[in-house]
């Protein structure tokens, strides 16, 4: 089974009542447009209201993980970091890559608020088109799940450690 079928397998995860912050990148826009509609269709059907979908678009994968912090510190409950980066012929790609990834990463650990991590890190457009809607399904739903899910399990962790203290 698939991870998007495991999740749409389990009805108990919902969206219903949460903030979602989703951070695009506009490079590479053909892909990360599908990733981003994903992530939306998948959010929407876990039961948010679309209202509470907060969408900001930026120019390439380093500027998201700013973006992304900016908007969990405005009162996102997670966030969904979307973003395509194709191997080329320089360093380059690593480079940011690594970069995207510390700094979602930091950010989650710094304010205790999940991310839903829809980069994709690829050796061509073919790979990133089989992700963004294609063989291996749309991974910008897969991390809305993810941040929906997480955001749901801090949520019962937290209750019970305040409830344990009383």
């Known amino acids: ?3 998007a079928a495991a999740y749409a ?3 108990g995860i919902s969206a219903k009542g949460l903030r979602i ?3 695009t990148a506009r490079w590479n826009g053909d892909v990360t447009a599908i990733l981003e509609k994903g992530a939306v269709g998948e959010l929407k059907r876990l039961g948010i209201d679309e209202r509470d979908i907060q969408i900001a ?6 500027e998201v993980p700013l973006a992304v912090k900016a908007l969990l510190e405005a009162g996102c409950d997670g966030a969904v ?20 990834e510390r700094g979602c990463t930091q950010t989650q650990l710094e304010l205790g608020k999940p991310i839903g991590f829809g980069v994709l890190t690829t050796e061509s457009l073919e790979q990133a088109m089989d992700r963004a ?7 910008g739903a897969e991390a809305a799940q993810v941040a929906v899910e997480m955001v749901r399990l801090l949520e019962a962790v937290r209750a019970k450690r305040e409830i344990k203290i009383t």
């Open 9 to 11: 397998a389990n009805p």
């Open 21 to 23: 912050g989703i951070v």
């Open 1 to 3: 089974m698939s991870q």
């Open 133 to 139: 809607g294609g063989a291996h399904g749309n991974k």
């Open 57 to 62: 678009r930026v120019a390439g994968a380093f």
């Open 81 to 100: 970091a979307i973003a395509v980066v194709i191997r080329g012929e320089t360093t380059h790609y690593d480079h940011v890559c690594g970069a995207v």
